[in-house]
């Protein structure tokens, strides 16, 4: 069998610029169930129900997404950081990585050491909360505490008393601009583009391979299932990302460390 992870470890030693683009695969080895394989969470809950629009619309729109987000809150909060993370710092230590771009909403790749700028967030961060009327900033664990005491729908301190909403990008929300633009930069600069644990249908993240790709960069995409992007991708590896990553990461610091 063609050694697939070993090309993709050439191919990071020879790239100026990888910027590698992750999805929920890349955090269900943590714990995190993603949003599309079977019993991951849409299997379990209607989307169509939590959007921007539900919950700006109303205090029950509220209510059914905090009820939603008090019991996905702790497994965010439990997930440690799995090999694929650890790999990606080492990439990046080893001066292999530009940037991570991710629709990952878990602080993984922080919390396994990668520096915040280098981590650009197109879905938000659910370790974060804000007021929508005077921007304070509230940490999403002092709203579980007011969750698990009862409240059932968080509103600002007195006398604010706004809506406060988690800094994730709801469906039916804009994409931030500032990351989104980033993101698009970053990508038209890679020379090697890898996706990991994505299924490359939640748009506009998903045109960032596509960007990539038209711009001259080599395209890897490691997924355990196919993804509409397969055609135009250089390598696909169906595995694990954690495995695969650590494997990329030994194989690129062996090298460095061998010459
Ligand atoms: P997705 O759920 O649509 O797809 C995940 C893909 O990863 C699937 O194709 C699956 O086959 C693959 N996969 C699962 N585990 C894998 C593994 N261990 N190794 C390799 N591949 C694996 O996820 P998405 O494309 O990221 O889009 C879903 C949206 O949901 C994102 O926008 C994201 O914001 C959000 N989300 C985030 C988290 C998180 O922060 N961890 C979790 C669930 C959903």
Redesign the pocket.
């Known amino acids: 069998m063609k050694d697939l992870v070993g090309q993709v470890a050439e191919w990071a030693l020879g790239a100026s610029r990888t910027v590698v683009f ?9 714990g ?6 079977p019993r ?2 849409w299997d379990r809950f209607d989307p169509n129900e939590f959007t921007f629009q539900n919950f700006i619309g109303s205090e029950e729109g509220r209510r059914r997404y905090w009820e939603l987000g008090r019991t996905v809150y702790p497994v ?1 909060k439990r ?1 440690e950081p799995n090999p ?1 993370h650890h790999a990606l710092v080492t990439l990046w230590r080893l001066g292999r990585l530009d940037c991570v771009i ?5 602080n ?1 790749h922080q919390r396994a050491g990668l520096p915040a700028e280098r981590v650009i967030e ?3 961060n ?1 370790t974060r909360a804000r007021c929508l009327a005077c921007e304070r900033p509230y940490d999403r664990a002092l709203i579980q505490d007011w969750l698990e005491s009862g409240v059932v729908v968080p509103t600002c301190e007195p006398p604010c008393g706004g809506v406060i909403k988690p800094r ?2 709801m469906f039916g929300e804009a994409m931030p601009r500032e990351e989104t633009e980033e993101a698009e930069r970053r990508a038209r600069a890679s020379d090697l583009f890898v996706v ?7 748009y506009p ?2 045109h960032m391979p596509v960007h990539a790709k038209r711009a001259g960069a080599r395209l890897v995409i ?6 509409p992007q397969d055609s135009e991708a250089d390598l696909l590896i ?7 990553l650590a494997d990329i990461a030994e194989r690129v610091a062996s090298r460095l460390v061998s010459t």
């Open positions: 992750t999805g929920a695969g890349m955090s269900t080895e943590s995190i169930p993603d949003f599309r394989s991951g969470v965010v997930a694929g991710t629709q990952n909403i878990d993984l197109l879905h938000g659910a994730t990008v990991v644990g994505s299924s490359l249908v939640v993240a998903a490691v997924n355990r299932t196919p993804t169906a595995g694990s990302s954690a495995a695969v």
